[in-house]
Nanobody, 125 residues
Framework: QVQLVESGGGLVQAGGSLRLSCAAS????????MAWFRQPPGREREFVTT????????YYRDSVKGRFTISRDRAKNTVYLQMNSLKPEDTAVYYC??????????????????WGLGTLVTVSS
């Protein structure tokens, strides 16, 4: 069956960095648009970033542009999220997701077909 397994979350001070990983199995990784979403405490799940099947096209929500970088390794069936200059408002559970639609500048959670269980990122001030 399809599995998306996130790792790399944790507690970090404001201004610090974390790198999240999402290992995919049970699907043809190269056929899927990949994305990261996050759910801050008490709030709805929101789009963070996405990367095309080829890895060439990426989009980001405005609040993370210039600080976060999404990438994918087709040989390892893994997508990454490098997060720099972290802020307390980045605190959330971060979810990896896969979908079959072409990459576009934003997605709703309902657009995605598969989800990981999430990894918690806590940024202290």
């Amino acid at each position: 069956q399809v599995q998306l397994v996130e790792s790399g979350g944790g507690l970090v001070q404001a201004g610090g960095s974390l790198r999240l990983s999402c290992a995919a199995s049970g699907l043809t990784f190269s056929a899927y648009t990949m994305a990261w979403f996050r759910q801050p405490p008490g709030r709805e799940r929101e789009f963070v970033t996405t990367i095309s099947q080829s890895g060439v096209i990426t989009y980001y929500r405005d609040s993370v542009k210039g600080r976060f970088t999404i990438s994918r390794d087709r040989a390892k069936n893994t997508v990454y999220l490098q997060m720099n200059s972290l802020k307390p408002e980045d605190t959330a559970v971060y979810y990896c997701a896969a979908g079959l639609m072409p990459t576009r500048n934003t997605f709703s959670p309902g657009d995605m077909k598969y989800w990981g269980l999430g990894t918690l990122v806590t940024v202290s001030s």
